[in-house]
């Protein structure tokens, strides 16, 4: 069974003459610990395909199976509390409290989960030290450089090991010595198991990934294995 089903989804804005449609009848799956790129130009439709995966957005029609479950009629609080267990999110925009430190910011979801605090601290030191930044545990956003701000996000979005990572344009905002030190992160951790879905409109991000889903005007053109990739 695939992690991530979606069959015949739509996603339609302003319904009847001038309605646009974001996705549309996009069919997929995603298998666990596959390394996917979904790319498109802006305007294509993968940001907001992007939103159906990470369960920040209900599609119009079609339906989504998440390991097994149909999401795709859930509420707000039943799709927060599987986001919140599934998914690790990572953004261009780092998206980092600017007020906490590198390791608060890495506890703030498993807050979320309950985990009580020696768990929690447990956790975000084991996910600073995967990205290389265990010297930089009590340092605010605002000290450090966009690349390491980016590592404490990806830190931040597996410290509780969500089976999914959904990275979108992680490298966007980084010159390229940055950039590259995140896709060797993603990299690894796709070699470790972890089911990694990069959306990004660069194609030499999405030549990294061993699986490329292209996308133009809400629907798949393309969709094929990187034979490149190990």
Do not use: C, W
Not at 50 to 62: A, E, K, W
Not at 206 to 223: C, E, F, L, N, T
């Amino acid at each position: 069974m695939a992690l991530i089903e979606v069959k015949d989804i739509y996603k339609i804005y302003n319904p009847g003459e001038n309605e646009v449609r974001a996705l549309d009848g996009i069919t997929l799956s995603i298998d666990r610990g596959e390394f996917v790129a979904i790319v498109g130009q802006s305007g294509s439709g993968k940001s907001t395909l992007m939103n159906m995966l990470g369960l920040l957005d209900i599609p119009t029609s079609g339906t989504y199976m998440l390991d097994g479950v149909d999401v795709s009629s859930m509420t707000d609080d039943e799709l927060s509390e599987i986001r919140n267990k599934q998914i690790g999110f990572i953004f261009q925009g780092f998206n980092l409290i600017p007020s906490l430190t590198a390791q608060a910011n890495v506890e703030l979801p498993l807050v979320y989960r309950g985990m009580r605090g020696e768990e929690r601290h447990r956790l975000s030191l084991e996910a600073l030290e995967k990205v290389g930044l265990s010297h930089r545990l009590t340092h605010l956003p605002k000290q450090m450089s966009g690349g390491q701000q980016q590592r404490v996000a990806i830190a931040r979005a597996v410290a509780a090991r969500p089976p999914i990572i959904l990275a979108d344009e992680p490298t966007g905002n980084l010159d390229s010595h940055s950039g590259e030190d995140v896709m060797q992160i993603l990299t690894g951790l796709y070699k470790e198991g972890r089911t990694v879905i990069i959306i990004t409109h660069d194609p030499g991000i999405a030549a990294r990934a061993k699986r490329v889903i292209k996308i133009s005007d809400g629907q798949v053109i393309d969709d094929y294995i990187n034979e490149n990739v190990e």
